[in-house]
């Protein structure tokens, strides 16, 4: 089995490919398969306790905040 530090990589690399996809104009069936196996990876991990849903959050905006820039403003999580 794959350690953590390997899966959290791989998810970095197809988050990385699908936002780069999505932004290039790529069409939506490709798109949205890609989006499909991601959200499929990140269910794994989540599954398997090797990785927290803060932590997936915090590697999605990252990668998107490397590929299209910081967001606009800052979400406060509810109470």
Known sequence: MRSKTEMMAELRTMLRDV???SAAGTRYARVARAHGFVDGYMRAM???????????????AAERERLGGPAIGAIIPAA
């Open 19 to 21: 936002l780069t996809a």
């Open 46 to 60: 989540l599954d398997l306790e090797l990785a927290q849903p803060g932590e997936l959050l915090e590697l999605v």
